[in-house]
């Protein structure tokens, strides 16, 4: 995997957009070739295929076994970017790949694991068995009796170190085979820090020798939920831009919004970098205190971009 540019794993194939959503309903294979295809044509690196439910439509787990086979069928058909299975479940996997055919789009990438996955021995068999490239969860860790999110950089940083030695050990991956997914919060309701700590989160990991060689990934669209529509893609360029300064080259994303990286002096990289910064915690005071000056410059933000009535 090339990391000498941003790659993006296109993410229309997700029950969030409409058109996948209808295309599922309606069990329409040609739909997916033709998403498959659309995003293809903007350069994408990977496709993602979840046909897991969202808030707008629930779909059982037979539902989805049972249309993988079409439906990666004729992906595939359609074109030879490889694909990004996206589910936490074994099952999910397991059908997935068996229908995939490596020779016609190559590597696939298992999407993903994680600390709080059920059967996560299995998914790293199944890692082994049809040697896939894989997304790690670094945004959780197992604690005394369970897991629990990261909740600075040190934790996801050991998270990462812990899954890329069982990746290695148990599966055989290079660590170029390995992607780290930091997490990325929707900054405009992030009063905790969180998108620094994914930042802080590949700095760490990125600067430590016996890692060398892994990728990193975020789903961008998570970035400016619920911001203003005609600040949302300046802002998601604009964490592009920090991310790849501290080595992010992969962002599950939109293609059709033409997602890349502003110039580092772009007015947004500035703004977006300055707000960051606010929500680092001072000598002497909370990080929720922290988190709301970050918060309320976040706002500005929003505010200064949102056009005039």
Same mark, same amino acid.
């Given at each position: 995997m090339n990391n000498s540019r941003l790659n993006i794993i296109g993410e229309l194939m997700n029950n969030s957009y409409a058109r996948a959503r209808n295309a599922f309903t309606a069990r329409n294979a040609a739909d997916y070739a033709h998403l498959a295809k659309l995003q293809a044509d903007r350069g994408v690196r990977y496709l993602t295929l979840n046909l897991?439910?969202?808030?707008?439509?629930?779909?059982?787990?037979?539902?989805?076994?049972?249309?993988?086979?079409e439906v990666i069928a004729a992906i595939q058909e359609a074109t030879s970017v490889p694909i990004s299975f996206d589910n936490p479940s074994v099952k999910y996997h397991q059908v997935a790949l068996k229908h995939y055919d490596r020779t016609k789009s190559g590597t696939p990438i298992l999407n993903s694991v994680a600390a709080s996955r059920d059967r996560l021995d299995e998914m790293i068999e199944l890692v082994a068995a049809y040697d896939t490239n894989v997304i790690v969860m670094a945004s959780e860790h197992f604690v005394a009796g369970?897991? $629990?999110?990261? #909740?600075?950089a040190a934790d996801a940083h050991e998270a990462?170190?812990?899954f890329i030695e069982l990746l290695i050990t148990k599966a055989g991956r290079r660590s170029d085979q390995i992607i780290i997914d930091p997490g990325l919060a929707p900054v405009g309701a992030d009063t905790?820090? #969180?998108?620094?700590i994914g +930042?802080?989160?590949?700095? +760490?990991?990125? $600067?430590d020798p016996d890692l060398r060689g892994v990728h990193f990934v975020v789903? +961008? $669209?998570?970035f400016a939920w619920g911001t203003p529509k005609g600040v949302r893609e300046q802002l998601e360029n604009a964490y592009l831009t920090l991310g790849m300064e501290v080595g992010l080259d992969y962002a599950l994303a939109n293609p059709e919004k033409s997602p890349g990286p502003l110039p580092n002096d772009h007015p947004m990289v500035e703004k977006l970098r300055s707000a960051l910064e606010q929500g680092r915690?001072?000598?002497?005071?909370t990080q929720e205190t922290a988190g709301y000056r970050q918060a309320e410059a976040i706002m500005a933000i929003c505010a200064e971009a949102a056009p005039v009535d």
């Amino acid at each position: 995997m090339n990391n000498s540019r941003l790659n993006i794993i296109g993410e229309l194939m997700n029950n969030s957009y409409a058109r996948a959503r209808n295309a599922f309903t309606a069990r329409n294979a040609a739909d997916y070739a033709h998403l498959a295809k659309l995003q293809a044509d903007r350069g994408v690196r990977y496709l993602t295929l979840n046909l897991d439910g969202t808030a707008r439509i629930q779909v059982k787990m037979e539902e989805m076994l049972a249309f993988l086979p079409e439906v990666i069928a004729a992906i595939q058909e359609a074109t030879s970017v490889p694909i990004s299975f996206d589910n936490p479940s074994v099952k999910y996997h397991q059908v997935a790949l068996k229908h995939y055919d490596r020779t016609k789009s190559g590597t696939p990438i298992l999407n993903s694991v994680a600390a709080s996955r059920d059967r996560l021995d299995e998914m790293i068999e199944l890692v082994a068995a049809y040697d896939t490239n894989v997304i790690v969860m670094a945004s959780e860790h197992f604690v005394a009796g369970g897991t $629990s999110q990261c #909740l600075n950089a040190a934790d996801a940083h050991e998270a990462a170190k812990h899954f890329i030695e069982l990746l290695i050990t148990k599966a055989g991956r290079r660590s170029d085979q390995i992607i780290i997914d930091p997490g990325l919060a929707p900054v405009g309701a992030d009063t905790y820090g #969180l998108v620094n700590i994914g +930042l802080d989160a590949i700095r +760490l990991i990125r $600067s430590d020798p016996d890692l060398r060689g892994v990728h990193f990934v975020v789903g +961008l $669209s998570n970035f400016a939920w619920g911001t203003p529509k005609g600040v949302r893609e300046q802002l998601e360029n604009a964490y592009l831009t920090l991310g790849m300064e501290v080595g992010l080259d992969y962002a599950l994303a939109n293609p059709e919004k033409s997602p890349g990286p502003l110039p580092n002096d772009h007015p947004m990289v500035e703004k977006l970098r300055s707000a960051l910064e606010q929500g680092r915690a001072r000598e002497g005071e909370t990080q929720e205190t922290a988190g709301y000056r970050q918060a309320e410059a976040i706002m500005a933000i929003c505010a200064e971009a949102a056009p005039v009535d």
